[in-house]
């Protein structure tokens, strides 16, 4: 590990010796100094906080440890570590907790719906009790697709010294002699659906595609949030891309939470760190890395929250100067701990620094990412992050379009496929559980265009992922041929032809509300277009919104405060 060390601090000295932070003043003297707190300190001293724990900084260690997926189940242990740094260097952590949804599990069903809507809870529950306990600093520790970006958006509107710490990714398993990810599972149904394995490889490939603890291990939505957050300056880089289960990571953890009273000490806060150069860089990585499509809506979400200009045009253009260099699933061959191996987020960096591609910016290691970038060291060799000169495509891994189709844009995802133009005659769905069932039974051809609505931000409501979908396309030989267009997303394990965020949705009258079977549609890459064939506006005469799908709950609370998915799908 290369960050810079902590401040000294006296915390070891024994009882009553002198804080570094006692001279100072802090969000939690709130609610521990002075004799009209002596209640609140009886309630913290029942925790088994002591006075002298008292007399130091409370740092709050959000964690997303939940039991329901690998991704988040080791965060428990993880945070030890962290409290272990946390008092090492003069402060008191304090744990609590929040939700967390699985996608890889929820793909598919109705509960995929609570996946986005997720990211907000998260948001909102670090928010709460973080000020409601005027903690002074945060260590957010995230492990999955929505608690990476949901962290990322409370520390933004906090803006207390704070950082991310990743839980990492999952190792690959092996099945028939090669690296598998749960993306090879999705694609192994359709595969089965469609005759080209048996059951019974289904399942051995199953037992095997998951060995372990961490996130889905290609650069889905986790891993390529990770990666970019590293490269935004809110989480340390080396730190957070240690793999879940390797030995390193618990001295990573440690050093997290030492870092975190040097941001204290030294009031670095993330209005700091997260700039339109910052989120320009991060969106950078996100395009070289061929990394996924929700990275769209999460970094439009996290400069909402951060107050910093940045729109559906800056994404494209970034994707259109940035080629994708390192060679990742699902597009690509490889695996996070593969590209650690190599020489991890650093050796990107510094690619793409000496192609001019970035901007340098401070992170929260207290290294400028371009001094973060001279520490390179890459492994001989190594296959899997290739130069500026020598890139696997030479344009970045998503692009954005607009047309007649999506007034507002819609987000296009290249990787894993060359194709740049698809003509076809819509097929459209208003349930995702329908169109599986169209392409499992064989009734979706080549040249079609598959059209999913209704299941946008308030339309589904909870914008739900389509990977069982367009899986399923890939498992049945179909990747090639068809396109998918939706108001919905894509999981970061998706790949081919596939068009999603289409903004407006349909659930508000936009375009894709009007299409009707049949409809020729274009898609054109080098005109960013998408388009359709018909006169909609005849049709819009006849339409009527529809019922919302939830009357109360979570849901109905979603749909009635969410926005479009072209601003990132926030509430307000």
């Known amino acids: 590990m290369t960050s810079p060390n902590p401040p000294d601090s006296n915390a070891e000295d024994g009882p009553g010796s002198p804080s570094p932070f006692r001279d100072r003043t802090l969000p939690s003297d709130t609610v521990k100094k002075g004799v009209a707190r002596a209640p609140a300190r009886a309630m913290l001293k029942a925790t088994g906080l002591t006075d002298e724990d008292l007399a130091k900084p409370l740092v709050a260690i959000a964690n997303t440890w939940t039991e329901v997926t690998p991704c ?64 002074d600093a945060v260590v957010a520790i995230a492990g999955c697709d929505k608690t990476l970006p949901g962290t990322v958006m409370a520390l933004a509107r906090l803006d207390l010294p704070s950082l991310l710490l990743y839980g990492g990714s999952i190792h690959p398993g092996r099945w028939q002699g090669k690296d598998v990810t749960v993306q090879d599972v999705f694609e192994g149904v359709g595969a089965c659906l469609s005759g080209r394995i048996t059951e019974d490889e289904l ?12 996130a889905c291990g290609g650069q889905f939505t986790a891993n390529t949030m990770a990666t970019a957050l590293t490269v935004l300056g809110i989480s ?27 941001c204290l000490a030294e009031d670095l806060r993330p209005s700091d760190l997260i700039t339109r150069e910052s989120l320009a860089n991060a969106v950078t990585s996100v395009s070289a890395t061929g990394g996924s499509t929700n990275a769209v809506l999460h970094f ?162 909870g914008m739900p992922e389509m990977l069982a979908v367009t899986a399923a396309l890939i498992g049945a030989g179909l990747g090639d041929t068809v396109a998918l267009i939706t108001d919905g997303r894509f999981s970061g394990a998706t790949h081919g032809f596939m068009i999603g965020h289409i903004a407006p949705e349909a659930a508000v009258g936009g375009p894709i509300a009007l299409l009707r079977d049949g409809d020729p549609i274009v898609i054109d890459l080098s005109q960013r277009s998408l388009d359709v064939q018909a006169d909609l506006e005849t049709r819009r005469a006849s339409w009527q919104p529809p019922a919302p799908n939830q009357s109360r709950g979570v849901f109905a609370k979603y749909a009635h405060s969410v926005r479009s998915a072209s601003e990132g799908a926030i509430t307000v």
């Not at 069903?109 to 948001?123: D, F, N, P, Q, Y």
């Not at 399942?203 to 060995?211: G, T």
């Open 72 to 135: 988040n189940v080791h965060l428990r242990e993880l945070a030890e570590h962290v409290k272990e740094g946390v008092r090492a260097a003069g402060g008191t952590p304090i744990e609590f907790n929040t939700i967390t949804v699985s996608d890889g599990i929820t793909m598919g069903t109705e509960g995929m719906k609570a996946s986005l809507v997720s990211r907000e809870v998260v948001a909102d529950s670090i928010e709460l009790v973080t000020r409601g306990h005027y903690f």
């Open 203 to 214: 399942r051995d490939l199953e037992n095997r595609a998951c060995p372990g603890a961490g």
């Open 236 to 262: 340390p880089m080396e730190i957070s891309e240690v793999p879940a289960t390797d030995s390193r990571k618990p001295a990573a953890a440690r050093k997290a939470g030492e870092l975190v009273m040097r």
């Open 300 to 461: 439009l979400a996290i400069a909402r929250e951060a107050g910093v200009p940045f729109t559906l045009d800056d994404f494209d253009r970034i994707s259109a100067e940035t080629p994708v260099i390192v060679d990742l699933k699902p597009g690509g061959r490889y695996t996070a701990p593969d590209l650690e191996k190599a020489g991890g987020t650093r050796l990107v960096l510094k690619r793409l620094r000496d192609g001019g591609l970035l901007m340098d910016a401070p992170t929260v290691s207290g290294l400028s990412l371009f001094e973060e970038a001279d520490l390179a060291q890459e492994t001989e060799e190594q296959p899997v992050v290739r130069t500026l000169a020598e890139p696997i495509k030479p344009r970045g891994g998503f692009a954005i379009l607009k047309g007649n189709l999506a007034p507002e844009g819609c987000v296009i995802k290249l990787c894993g496929h060359d194709r740049v133009r698809h003509e076809g005659t819509a097929r459209v769905f208003e349930l995702e559980e329908d169109a599986f069932k169209a392409i499992s039974a064989g009734r979706i051809q080549a040249g079609d265009v598959v059209v999913i609505r209704h299941v946008g931000p308030r339309g589904g409501p």
